[in-house]
């Protein structure tokens, strides 16, 4: 039997559940998961679907996940909930040189009104600070349960930073997700410290290398902080960053180290990790503890873990992206704002960051494989405490868990499954081959500590957003629409040399490409330097539409799998934030990264040699998630739209008029 939402009454109904625990494991592939469920491997996924149902779950276009999980929590696709991908682009930046500018889709900073500040010399203190705002339009599931009175509790979930108001008589406690930044406003910036690097260092994507020199053993370091937000200039009119001193001595024999940072003293030998240590970034403003007496803030505080990767013959060591610390965030990252303090004192700090698998690191060779599967464990590890105690604690309403290692290892070890991989390396063989099966199977343990609370009034629901393939070959589409005469560069010898399309002529380019999976049009009207009206539109993405479809590998395999005009998918979009496009490729095939940013390689397909190696950014229907729950699953073809109208149904709730979806369960 098939549950539409108008099913139900204008009014609600009866509560059938006294409690709803949704799992949501990103990237779980139903092929793997059948596969170890056939095997005995995963008996409690095996334990839930003979008590309900297992069946595939229908991915967002594009599935990517901050697309999927936007579609879960409003139960409506991108054309109302306005995401469309992890990158967005701005078509008529103002106050910019740029032509178009990419930005975060998730969320952005609305800035502080400096001009509302107490002068102080140089330095100026705002009487109003800067603010953190969703883009994620639409409804939410959360605020129509607690409208009704309905407890949730939501951890981790993407795109619940910055975190969301209570409305309502229900409690919300929310603990945010993919999309909270760093201390730096970044998404994750690693620092390694090492006696062998180049004179100063050197920077790369996602993190730098830094020269550290030590007499007769010792040496200091400056960990950089985030810009001073007292003087943002320095006087020689630079960037004012702060910085933290770090104090290392190395055991002239034994391997290891002393790392003291302010009052805090840690012993670290070759290979082992920190505890979270704090860090105060101080911002040297004059009269600080005056300033401080008066609750004005003087410094900003943060929270770090160190890894000795070396002792000698060199010293390398590993400091993590500079965190929010939950005891007290720079920036609030939970509903209530004690809830992230009060977990962090119950059970230690956490990792804060939105992504804080530090998959860059792995790609840079700051971490290798080993380290980074010990980072992802800490990682895991500390999620799963904090789940633990949600469950222990949620005796009734909605409990949503979020568990992002998944994907994130998936996206990193795909290639040590894959055989003709061209990334896989000789040398390692089959050593990390086992790497994901044994992910999936933890994720099995934790839904067996869940069962293991349920009461029979209790449901619940496991899901993924999508599923998993391997990325062997990058597609530069910016390449093809240049080759195929869609751009036109201003300086042809300088291609592959700048990102964000800043060779780009805008007077002679039809098309471009930025994000993973959207092509866009330079449209008149649209576009800070649009030339095509709008009555050319539709010719032109025909006609871009076949050649795509037509392009063929070196050795003939399709790269393109469908192309989906967003006007017929998503006719109600958003024109300035919604690509005119999105393009689904066949597996095995991605956008580069160099699309990503707007990038314009040489050569249009080129082999993936990165760690980098699985991907889930292709045609969607090829990709479905999973979905497991306690009681049958009554509709044969569920999609993530139908997600929060079920929840809401399990309450007796009405799913407000803009959600899709339908409800699942019998």
Same mark, same amino acid.
């Given at each position: 039997?098939?549950?539409?939402?108008?099913?139900?009454?204008?009014?609600?109904?009866?509560?059938?559940?006294?409690?709803?625990?949704?799992?949501?494991?990103?990237?779980?592939?139903?092929?793997?998961?059948?596969?170890?469920?056939?095997?005995?491997?995963?008996?409690?996924?095996?334990?839930?679907?003979?008590?309900?149902?297992?069946?595939?779950?229908?991915?967002?276009?594009?599935?990517?996940?901050?697309?999927?999980?936007?579609?879960?929590?409003? %139960? !409506?696709? /991108?054309?109302?909930? &306005?995401?469309? $991908?992890?990158?967005? +682009?701005?078509?008529?930046?103002? =106050?910019?040189?740029?032509?178009?500018?990419?930005?975060?889709?998730?969320?952005?900073?609305?800035?502080?009104?400096?001009?509302?500040?107490?002068?102080?010399?140089?330095?100026?203190?705002?009487?109003?600070?800067?603010?953190?705002?969703?883009?994620?339009?639409?409804?939410?599931?959360?605020?129509?349960?607690?409208?009704?009175?309905?407890?949730?509790?939501?951890?981790?979930?993407? %795109? !619940?930073? /910055?975190?969301?108001? &209570?409305?309502? $008589?229900?409690?919300? +406690?929310?603990?945010?997700?993919? =999309?909270?930044?760093?201390?730096?406003?970044?998404?994750?910036?690693?620092?390694?410290?090492?006696?062998?690097?180049?004179?100063?260092?050197?920077?790369?994507?996602?993190?730098?290398?830094?020269?550290?020199?030590?007499?007769?053993?010792?040496?200091?370091?400056?960990?950089?902080?985030?810009?001073?937000?007292?003087?943002?200039?320095?006087?020689?009119?630079?960037?004012?960053?702060?910085?933290?001193?770090?104090?290392?001595?190395?055991?002239?024999?034994?391997?290891?180290?002393?790392?003291?940072?302010?009052?805090?003293?840690?012993?670290?030998?070759?290979?082992?990790?920190?505890?979270?240590?704090?860090?105060?970034?101080?911002?040297?403003?004059?009269?600080?503890?005056?300033?401080?007496?008066?609750?004005?803030?003087?410094?900003?505080?943060?929270?770090?873990?160190?890894?000795?990767?070396?002792?000698?013959?060199?010293?390398?060591?590993?400091?993590?992206?500079?965190?929010?610390?939950?005891?007290?965030?720079?920036?609030?990252?939970?509903?209530?704002?004690?809830?992230?303090?009060?977990?962090?004192?119950?059970?230690?700090?956490?990792?804060?960051?939105?992504?804080?698998?530090?998959?860059?690191?792995?790609?840079?060779?700051?971490?290798?494989?080993?380290?980074?599967?010990?980072?992802?464990?800490?990682?895991?590890?500390?999620?799963?405490?904090?789940?633990?105690?949600?469950?222990?604690?949620?005796?009734?309403?909605?409990?949503?868990?979020?568990?992002?290692?998944?994907?994130?290892?998936?996206?990193?070890?795909?290639?040590?499954?894959?055989?003709?991989?061209?990334?896989?390396?000789?040398?390692?063989?089959?050593?990390?081959?086992?790497?994901?099966?044994?992910?999936?199977?933890?994720?099995?343990?934790?839904?067996?500590?869940?069962?293991?609370?349920?009461?029979?009034?209790?449901?619940?629901?496991?899901?993924?957003?999508?599923?998993?393939?391997?990325?062997?070959?990058?597609?530069?589409?910016?390449?093809?629409?240049?080759?195929?005469?869609?751009?036109?560069?201003?300086?042809?010898?300088?291609?592959?040399?700048?990102?964000?399309?800043?060779?780009?002529?805008?007077?002679?380019?039809?098309?471009?490409?930025?994000?993973?999976?959207?092509?866009?049009?330079?449209?008149?009207?649209?576009?800070?330097?649009?030339?095509?009206?709008?009555?050319?539109?539709?010719?032109?993405?025909?006609?871009?539409?076949?050649?795509?479809?037509?392009?063929?590998?070196?050795?003939?395999?399709?790269?393109?799998?469908?192309?989906?005009?967003?006007?017929?998918?998503?006719?109600?979009?958003?024109?300035?934030?919604?690509?005119?496009?999105?393009?689904?490729?066949?597996?095995?095939?991605?956008?580069?990264?160099?699309?990503?940013?707007?990038?314009?390689?040489?050569?249009?397909?080129?082999?993936?040699?990165?760690?980098?190696?699985?991907?889930?950014?292709?045609?969607?229907?090829?990709?479905?998630?999973?979905?497991?729950?306690?009681?049958?699953?009554?509709?044969?073809?569920?999609?993530?739209?139908?997600?929060?109208?079920?929840?809401?149904?399990?309450?007796?709730?009405?799913?407000?008029?803009?959600?899709?979806?339908?409800?699942?369960?019998?």
């Amino acid at each position: 039997m098939l549950c539409a939402c108008d099913d139900l009454p204008r009014s609600g109904g009866a509560a059938r559940h006294r409690r709803v625990v949704v799992l949501a494991f990103d990237g779980l592939d139903p092929r793997i998961v059948r596969g170890l469920m056939d095997l005995g491997r995963m008996p409690n996924f095996t334990e839930v679907a003979q008590r309900g149902g297992f069946t595939s779950l229908a991915t967002s276009t594009p599935p990517i996940t901050p697309v999927a999980f936007s579609s879960i929590i409003s %139960g !409506t696709d /991108p054309g109302t909930h &306005a995401i469309f $991908d992890f990158i967005h +682009r701005d078509p008529n930046p103002a =106050g910019s040189s740029l032509a178009v500018t990419p930005y975060f889709s998730l969320a952005t900073t609305v800035e502080a009104k400096h001009d509302w500040a107490l002068p102080l010399g140089a330095w100026r203190l705002p009487l109003s600070g800067g603010t953190a705002k969703s883009l994620r339009r639409g409804p939410t599931f959360w605020d129509a349960l607690t409208q009704r009175g309905t407890d949730v509790g939501i951890y981790h979930l993407p %795109g !619940t930073f /910055p975190p969301p108001s &209570a409305v309502g $008589d229900g409690q919300l +406690r929310c603990l945010a997700g993919m =999309g909270t930044p760093d201390l730096l406003g970044t998404y994750g910036e690693f620092t390694v410290f090492a006696t062998d690097e180049r004179k100063k260092g050197r920077r790369v994507g996602g993190g730098k290398f830094v020269r550290l020199d030590l007499t007769d053993h010792h040496g200091t370091a400056l960990l950089e902080g985030p810009v001073n937000f007292l003087k943002e200039l320095d006087d020689a009119g630079k960037p004012n960053i702060l910085t933290v001193e770090i104090r290392i001595t190395r055991d002239p024999e034994s391997a290891v180290v002393k790392i003291e940072v302010g009052d805090e003293l840690i012993l670290l030998a070759e290979g082992e990790w920190s505890d979270w240590v704090h860090v105060d970034f101080e911002t040297g403003i004059p009269c600080s503890t005056a300033l401080s007496a008066m609750q004005a803030p003087t410094s900003i505080g943060g929270m770090v873990r160190f890894y000795v990767k070396q002792v000698h013959p060199e010293l390398r060591l590993y400091a993590s992206p500079a965190n929010l610390d939950p005891i007290q965030p720079a920036n609030p990252i939970s509903t209530p704002r004690s809830l992230a303090r009060d977990l962090a004192r119950r059970n230690g700090r956490f990792y804060t960051t939105g992504i804080p698998e530090d998959t860059k690191a792995l790609s840079r060779g700051a971490l290798n494989e080993d380290e980074f599967l010990a980072q992802t464990d800490l990682v895991l590890t500390e999620k799963i405490r904090e789940y633990h105690s949600a469950l222990t604690e949620s005796d009734r309403g909605c409990l949503f868990s979020y568990f992002g290692t998944p994907d994130l290892v998936q996206h990193m070890f795909w290639r040590d499954r894959d055989p003709d991989h061209p990334g896989r390396l000789p040398e390692q063989g089959d050593r990390y081959a086992d790497v994901i099966d044994n992910l999936y199977i933890r994720m099995d343990q934790v839904v067996g500590e869940t069962l293991a609370t349920l009461r029979d009034d209790d449901l619940l629901m496991i899901l993924s957003d999508h599923g998993f393939t391997t990325f062997r070959r990058e597609v530069s589409i910016n390449t093809f629409l240049l080759e195929n005469g869609y751009i036109t560069l201003i300086d042809p010898s300088r291609q592959g040399k700048t990102e964000y399309l800043l060779n780009v002529d805008w007077s002679r380019t039809i098309a471009y490409a930025m994000g993973l999976n959207g092509l866009y049009i330079n449209l008149e009207g649209r576009e800070k330097y649009g030339i095509i009206s709008t009555e050319e539109r539709q010719s032109l993405l025909d006609e871009i539409k076949r050649k795509l479809m037509d392009l063929r590998d070196d050795d003939g395999s399709r790269v393109i799998e469908k192309i989906y005009p967003v006007s017929e998918l998503y006719p109600d979009a958003d024109p300035h934030i919604a690509p005119d496009m999105i393009i689904g490729y066949a597996e095995g095939y991605r956008a580069s990264w160099a699309t990503a940013l707007g990038g314009i390689p040489r050569e249009i397909i080129v082999d993936n040699r990165d760690r980098w190696s699985g991907t889930h950014c292709i045609a969607p229907h090829l990709l479905p998630g999973i979905l497991l729950a306690t009681e049958p699953i009554a509709v044969d073809d569920p999609t993530l739209l139908d997600i929060a109208p079920t929840i809401l149904g399990a309450f007796g709730v009405k799913p407000p008029a803009p959600m899709k979806g339908r409800l699942l369960l019998a």
